[in-house]
T-cell receptor, first 111, second 114 residues
């Protein structure tokens, strides 16, 4: 699995859009980008994933650059409940079911 | 639909004691996983299972054993607990999708080994 690089921490004002970057310059053609988050002491929660097109669901949007070497997770209207550690994970889909969690980005939403 | 549940939520052991952590899922998922998370670190995969009766080693399997006798249950055993196994243990499950796969996690078990 490709390695990812994320900033260790970020702050965002409540009500604003939170933009969390992730670099994955060694991603290969069949690897997807997944985002999970972990709210304090709870199990990780799936947010969104994508291959090369931008994706949106009820939680967030995922923007993947054309060369697929980086992506951005967007929480459109951050609330205090979005304070969590966010993990960007690159993972293949055939024969390897491992999710490799790094240290993620600790996002703090400021009231 | 309870999702993924873990038993117990907390446990304190003495060095050398044994215990079993139980993970159950009601989503009919084929894949199940055990992770550990140490303070300030991401999750690390201990063992996983791709179906009933099968198990495989993850990144940090030493000191643990697992069993998947029923599709809905995945057991993690510590035969002789050590202080280095103090951690939070998370179980997860997923279905084997055609191209993509997402994992659903349980609430975790906090284990302290004295």
């Amino acid at each position: 699995d490709a390695k990812t690089t994320q900033p260790p921490s970020m702050d965002c004002a409540e009500g604003r859009a939170a933009n969390l970057p992730c670099n994955h310059s060694t991603i290969s053609g069949n690897e997807y980008v997944y985002w999970y988050r972990q709210i304090h002491s709870q199990g990780p929660q799936y947010i969104i994933h994508g291959l090369k097109n931008n994706e949106t669901n009820e939680m967030a949007s995922l923007i993947i650059t054309e060369d697929r070497k980086s992506s951005t997770l967007i929480l459109p209207h951050a609330t205090l409940r979005d304070t969590a550690v966010y993990y960007c994970i690159v993972r293949g889909n055939f024969g390897n079911e491992k999710l490799t969690f790094g240290t993620g980005t600790r996002l703090t939403i400021i009231p | 639909n309870a999702g993924v549940t873990q038993t117990p939520k907390f446990r304190v052991l003495k060095t050398g004691q044994s215990m079993t952590l139980l993970c159950a899922q009601d989503m009919n998922h084929e894949y199940m996983y055990w992770y550990r998370q140490d303070p300030g670190m991401g999750l690390r995969l201990i063992h996983y299972s791709v179906g009933e009766g099968t198990t495989a080693k993850g990144e940090v399997p030493d000191g643990y054993n697992v069993s998947r006798l029923k599709k809905q249950n995945f057991l993690l055993g510590l035969e002789s607990a050590a202080p280095s196994q103090t951690s939070v243990y998370f179980c997860a499950s997923s279905s084997q999708g055609l191209r993509t796969d997402t994992q659903y996690f349980g609430p975790g078990t906090r284990l302290t080994v004295l």
